[in-house]
């Protein structure tokens, strides 16, 4: 069985300043793990995801994620918060045979 | 299509009336996925077929919501004798699962319900 948490439903921080939204996961065999984003009116777009190969992996517009696996966890992040970040982002895990998703973090910027 | 591609994007109906949400899925893509999203909630599973495989119907919330799909393509979730807790979003993601799956889904923009 595999799980999936995000902390925080919502998260909100300012313009420039660092986004992080933290994932946790639990899976019985090796994850694949993925980050989603959903803006408004739109559907799931994938951010970036960690298969195998090298535990931090970049994503498009500017994102970052680092699989640590001690800690089960997939948290992302971006250096710089911009107005276009803000939207919903899911994480999720998969084990080859499905995807479970986490319930989303809404992220707030603030001007 | 370059991806995938749902219709309607809107669709208002009448408490009682059924209403079909189509999906049509990247070409090739073996596995369709069927979710539902409500206002303020995460991504709720609802089917899943893959292949000539029976579908996964787990997800489904009642005998009211059905789901077909032919050919190994184009899917309908079917939706009878609506009620206001079904509108939301239905949203239709589809998979490439060859041997080296990672279970990246691609999605559509949705279909978005309301039922007055």
């Known amino acids: 069985a595999q799980s999936v948490t995000q902390l925080g439903s919502h998260v909100s921080v300012s313009e420039g300043a660092l986004v992080l939204l933290r994932c946790n996961y639990s899976?019985?065999?090796?994850?694949?793990l993925f980050w989603y984003v959903q803006y408004p009116n739109q559907g799931l777009q994938l951010l970036l995801k960690y298969t195998t190969g090298a535990t931090l992996v970049k994503g498009i517009n500017g994102f970052e994620a680092e699989f640590k696996k001690s800690e089960t966890s997939f948290h992302l992040t971006k250096p710089s918060a911009h107005m276009s970040d803000a939207a919903e982002y899911f994480c999720?895990?998969?084990?080859?045979?499905?995807?479970?998703f986490g319930k989303g973090t809404h992220l707030i910027i603030q001007p | 299509g370059a991806g995938v591609s749902q219709s309607p994007s809107n669709k208002v109906t009448e408490k009682g009336k059924d209403v079909e949400l189509r999906c049509d899925p990247i070409s090739g893509h073996t596995a369709l996925y069927w979710y539902r999203q409500s206002l303020g909630q995460g991504l709720e599973f609802l089917i899943y077929f893959q292949g000539n495989s029976a579908p996964d119907k787990s997800g489904l919330p009642s005998d009211r919501f059905s789901a077909e799909r032919t050919g190994g393509s184009v899917s309908t979730l079917t939706i009878q004798r609506t009620q206001q807790e079904d509108s939301a979003v239905y949203l239709c993601?589809?998979?490439?699962?060859?041997?080296?799956?990672?279970?990246?889904?691609?999605f559509g923009e949705g279909s978005r319900l309301t039922v007055l």
């Open positions: 993601a589809s998979s490439l699962m060859d041997l080296q799956n990672t279970g990246e889904l691609f």
């Open positions: 999720a895990v998969s084990d080859g045979d499905g995807l479970t």
């Open positions: 899976s019985s065999v090796p994850p694949y």
